[in-house]
């Protein structure tokens, strides 16, 4: 086959858009924290310590929204309000790459062409590194690879190369859970899994609730029922950091964004009224 007709076989077949969400935690940790994304996914298990959230279905499917832009505001929604971090892969026609989001850190990622041409900053790659707290030498050299040039690799599989250095991290990800699938593809790969259950959207009510129960481990004296004053002056923290990240993912259109500000305000919010009812000394 010539140099012309690989190339357009590969725009005939483009890369469908993909996407999942990986949290560092078991499942019945991610499941209250996922129904604050109001959005149907399928979840399980992904190795030691690891659960994958697949979407069943998404702004990105219909062309309304980026994936990269949905997934990095749902990721970091998800971390928001949980001890562990969470790992956004996506893909599409275009592009791949992933975002590290975990807590209140700013979160840090990388992006691939879909030829595999490498446009992030080398330093991304160092900083992912040491959230997940990886080899500072044998782990952080192979990540490093995944900077350079490679015309052998795509993009989804510089993402599949990620992953090989995340399983010294204990991520396992199931048959079929594969960057470059399509999001039917990984629906069903997901939901063949034994353990796999359907984490529904919350209601109002329910979210209120379930921000109740995501919390806990070394977060504690921030929680609202915690009568800390670390716990008053993070709401206030959250309500002034989620007003303007609201707006700007409304005005940006991006479900995303919106969503990791709705967050956001609902912590601050619920942390506000808990402090204000609670009784004083």
Known sequence: MSTEEFWADARADPVAPGALLLCRAHAQAVAPAARLLRTRMVLTRAGENWSV??????????????????????????????????LALWWD?????????????????????????????????????????LDPALDVQSLDRLTKPDPSADAPARLRGLLAVLT???????????????????????????????????????????????????????????GDPRARALAFAQVAAGLPLTAWGLRRHSGGWTTAGALLLAHGTLGLAYDLGRPRD
Do not use: K
């Not at 998404?58 to 969470?86: H, N």
């Open 168 to 226: 010294r991290a204990g991520v396992c990800l199931p048959a079929g859970l594969s960057p470059g699938e399509s999001a039917d593809r990984l629906r069903e790969a997901a939901r063949a899994q034994p353990d796999a259950r359907t984490v529904e959207g919350a209601g109002r009510h329910a979210a209120s609730r379930t921000e109740l129960d995501v919390g806990g481990g070394r977060l504690g004296p921030y929680l609202p029922w915690s």
């Open 93 to 133: 026609a275009d592009r791949a790459g992933y975002t590290l989001a975990s807590g209140f850190r700013r979160p840090v990622g990388y992006v691939w062409l879909s030829g595999g041409t490498p446009v992030g900053e080398d330093e991304a790659m160092h900083t992912f590194a040491a959230c997940l707290g």
């Open 53 to 86: 959230l697949v979407p069943e279905g998404g702004p990105w499917l219909d062309g309304t929204e980026p994936v990269d832009r949905v997934l990095t505001g749902w990721a970091t929604a998800l971390a928001v309000g949980a001890p562990w971090p969470v």
